[in-house]
């Protein structure tokens, strides 16, 4: 069995899918604050995440195209890093979110929604983090350390907007941490997930009324909407050395609205 260790954030080569917009630019810029190196993925946002690049350096921060749900990209994407930061990756964060926005108003009803939707949803949070992990054990293994971070939702345990969809791929995604850090918790691996409520603000949540983010706010015991720079302090907690002995969990990270 492998010696489990820690590394501390400013050592930490970090892959963040998603990473150009919204809650996945509040999650890079929180690892370059620590020293991290980031690979900013994304998929379409090539000049936001072209941004970041410039905005810290390309020794720090390494804007990738990938799409995550393709296997050979993936590798491609983790061929780049290495080459470009002359180390494995160490840490990833599963954030991708393949075509979604949270409007309760447009979302299709249970008897109505057709499979085509779970499909979408399922290939980008549990495939994608499939692709992205299976990649990274490899470089991981052979530094008897790895973290891996997946995002996931409050609304499988409060379902306060029913979307079906999202919703059952997430819970899939939990699953998947859980036997995840089983198998790889030996290599010293830890597999964990965030999950977050409504986020204000996301291109994702924009389409939200506001009056919903109204009675989430007042629904909350900090009486306040969490924000993509708040959510992102958590995920730094799981990468980080204090939380070295934590795997398979779920932490909920809604301003106290889901109390398990």
Known sequence: MDSPMSLPLSDQIVLVTGGARGLGAAIVRAFLGQ?????????????????LQDEFGAERALALRADVTDPGQVADLFAQAHARFGAPVTTVVNNALVDFAFDGDARPQGETIDWARFSAQFEGSVRGALNTLQAAV?????????RVINIGTNLFQNPVVPY?????????????????????????????????????????????????????????????????????????????????AVTGQNLVVDGGLVKD
């Not at 020293?35 to 941004?51: C, E, H, I, L, P």
């Not at 597999?191 to 909350?220: C, H, K, Q, W, Y």
Request: hydrophobic letters at 50%; zero cysteines; charged letters at 15%.
């Open 35 to 51: 020293g991290a190196r980031v690979v900013v993925n994304y998929f379409r946002s090539a000049a936001a995440a072209q941004a």
């Open 164 to 244: 079906h969809d999202y919703t059952a791929a997430k819970a899939a995604l939990l699953s998947l941490t859980r036997t995840m850090a089983a198998d790889l918790g030996p290599h010293g691996i830890t597999v964990n997930m965030l999950s977050g409520g409504l986020l204000r603000t996301t291109d994702a949540s924009a389409a939200t009324p506001e009056a919903v983010f109204d009675l989430i706010a007042a629904s909350t015991p900090l009486r306040r909407v969490t924000t993509p720079a708040e959510f992102a302090d958590a995920v730094l907690f799981f990468a980080s050395p204090w939380a070295r």
């Open 138 to 146: 490899p470089g991981m293994r052979e530094r008897g350390f790895g």
